[in-house]
């Protein structure tokens, strides 16, 4: 989509934006993306055929940008040094998984990981590269390793529709209790970690599995906040 907007609408773009008020961010390099990386055509379709990567096979994209009237203006940025998160999460410690494991009570024995399955579950949070050819293309699909369990001392990851149910899986939390039994995440812990109270989801013939599966569709309501406020006070100043 392009978007015509004044090229002086703002000092620094990179800092005055909706999303970098609403989560702080640092530029790697202060000088990147003033000048366009790339501009794009009219037409996507010509676009996508004539778009090329560097030399180097790395995308022109980084992880944050903007585009105006088709010039496109990216660079790499990092999350601010954050000293007290009270704004984030109403403590001055960042909240990790831990915490939200700790407020739980006795979890029911269908959430542990049997010892028979461990392996299963390792194989799938496991680094692999695995050959295939479908329809005569031939690709190595590849995957990076991941924590089993997750680590209580980081924050969790995004929640996804696949954390209900007992079946091994490589996008499913499991965590390590105080007694060293390893469990999936309850659904009182998922509605926690995306800002809903426990018990959101909680109704007269939800299952578990259909509870974890609306939080893996839910949005962070502390990220839609943050987004809304700065929306709300933008708009205010604009009036």
Not at 92 to 116: C, H, M, N, Q
């Amino acid at each position: 989509m392009r978007c015509r907007v004044s090229q002086t609408a703002a000092p620094d773009w990179k800092t005055a934006s909706i999303l970098s008020t609403a989560f702080p961010c640092e530029a790697k390099n202060p000088l990147d993306a003033v000048e366009p990386a790339l501009m794009l055509r009219m037409d996507p379709f010509d676009e996508q055929m004539s778009y090329r990567p560097y030399s180097n096979g790395k995308t022109r994209f980084e992880n944050f940008g903007l585009m105006l009237d088709g010039n496109v203006h990216t660079c790499t940025v990092r999350a601010a040094q954050i000293d007290d998160f009270s704004e984030y999460c109403g403590r001055s410690a960042p909240l990790l998984l831990g915490d939200i494991v700790r407020d739980t009570g006795p979890v029911p024995s269908s959430f542990f990981v049997k010892s028979e399955q461990e392996d299963a579950w390792k194989a799938a949070k496991a680094a692999k590269a695995i050959a295939r050819n479908k329809s005569g293309f031939a690709y190595t699909y590849s995957e990076g390793a991941m924590a089993f369990p997750d680590p209580l001392d980081k924050p969790s990851r995004t929640i996804i529709t696949s954390e209900g149910g007992g079946s091994p899986s490589r996008t499913k939390h499991a965590v390590r209790e105080a007694s060293g039994l390893i469990r999936r995440l309850t659904p009182e812990e998922l509605e926690q970690l995306n800002g809903f109270p426990r018990g959101f989801t909680a109704h007269p013939g939800v299952s578990d599995v259909a509870r974890a599966m609306l939080m893996g569709n839910a949005l962070v309501v502390g990220l839609v906040r943050r987004i809304g406020e700065v929306l709300y006070h933008r708009h205010r100043e604009s009036c």
